[in-house]
């Protein structure tokens, strides 16, 4: 029986982990995303690992994306309607939420692939010494093109003018966010990059990589778009560490390459228009 508690949905239970079997807590953050969300709540509802537990952070929509949360209300463990200050609140939000051993973010214009967190939770089990788990990320463009976008098996300073992760695919112990703290939500973009190179170089974190596709991210997210505002957070993120000044060299190198790409589509966009 599904109860209300000041704007929170839940169960009423806490769900148990066991070390053959970890709670995993996925956290879907949206805001009036209901063209894609139902996908994405699928794509959690139908993995083949079944101990899950299912958080979903709305942003106080008004364009049915309700009605989708409450059609799946009998798959979801918390859900909570609310104004907040942006994604990284709201991804902040779920993770205080969280009862797992192991907490995944899936926004809601992504998707899990089939069988993506049984893999993950095989290896969090044989490599208990690794916090954050990531691997490669099916990425959907226009016209239905696709493209695989690779991540690292080892992580180093010179990876890190870019993001060096496939963010939506990664997973984190909750023992990471108690000792190494949440995402910053001063950088109101960027806090995921922040994120990954804190825990990398000032909490050093080992991260595990899988050699398998476990996301599909589409086209025209918030983490598509290049901005100088981002620009500016990521030389900040970077000047805060002892980095090699060629790693922020080659950052506003690659940033300002991407932005030219993003203004020539945007050009042609209007012009085919």
Known sequence: MVRHEGGLWTRGYRKNSSPSSPLVSVITVVFNGKIHLEQAIQSVVTQSYENIEYIIIDGDSTDGTLDIIKKYDDRIDYWVSEPDNGIYDAMNKGIRLATGEIIGIINSDDYYLDGAIGKI???????????????????????????????????????VYRMPVNHPTVFVRSACYKNCGLFDTKYRVAADYDLIIRYLFDCKIRFRYLNETLVCMSEGGESCKYTWDTHNDAIEILSKRNLPLIIKIKFRISYLRLMFIQYLKLKWYHKDG
């Open 121 to 159: 939770v095989e290896v969090a089990i044989e490599e208990p010494e690794a916090g954050v788990f990531h691997g490669d990320m099916r990425f959907e463009r226009a016209k239905g093109r696709t493209k695989i976008w690779h991540s690292k098996d080892r992580l180093g300073k010179g990876d």
